[in-house]
């Protein structure tokens, strides 16, 4: 089953499907399939055709060649800045930065993400990975190094996703669809017609084009999240 799928432009992208990584390059129409790790996929971020980090239950790796191959590297959002978060319990749950491409980290918040939206160098959106059923949404100005929760909701959210530093979506409780166009100020509920399947990830391409995906299911919007079709 498919647990992330990223695009690049409108017609490239990658997604992850158990230990296995896929591109397309004509918007989804065809996959091939690129390389198999050695533990399933968690969480991945490509910065352009050929590079991109990745994180398996153990490991973090790199791919200079569109994730054909894959080095074991510290990870990075950026080519010098980036964030790695993890930790099971509320005694080790934690936060670094790097600032060099992964060579040294520093250890900024004692918190858990799940997930990690770099928007530029200082505007970075991330997700708690809660032991309790709602998670918080934090929002970062300085690059990682400080963070303030921005949404607190009344059930577990899934996903989020950021066309820009002001415009952003998040998937909550039974498919919930909530919107932002101030930077995570003020969220309206969008789509809670259930059309697709609760959990999952969704990614915007812009502020029109959008995907959700869950259970080996995509769905596509045209109109920002107000209608979707499989």
Known sequence: SISQLQFLTSTTAFVAA?????TTID???TWQYQSSLEQEVIN???????????????????????????????NGITTN?????????????VVYKTTDGGETWNKQESISFKQIEFINSETVYALEDSNYSNNRLFKSTDGGT?????????????SFDFVDANTGYFKSG???LYKTIDGGENWNLIDD????SSGGKIKFYNN???????????NKTENGGYSWEN
Not at 18 to 22: A, C, P, R
Not at 81 to 93: L, Y
Not at 150 to 158: A, D, K, L, M, V
Not at 193 to 196: G, M, Q, R, T, V
């Open 18 to 22: 158990g230990k296995d990584i896929y």
């Open 27 to 29: 918007s989804g129409d």
């Open 44 to 74: 991945f971020k490509f910065l352009s055709e050929t590079t991109g980090y990745l994180i398996t239950t153990n490991f973090v790796y790199k791919s200079i060649d569109g994730g054909m191959s894959w080095i074991n590297k510290d």
């Open 81 to 93: 800045i980036g964030i790695i978060s993890g930790g099971a319990s509320e005694n080790n749950k």
């Open 146 to 158: 400080t963070w303030n929760a921005i949404y607190e909701g009344e059930s577990t959210i899934s």
């Open 174 to 176: 039974y498919s919930n």
């Open 193 to 196: 017609n259930n059309y697709y």
């Open 208 to 218: 029109n084009v959008g995907y959700s995906y869950s259970s080996g299911e995509v």
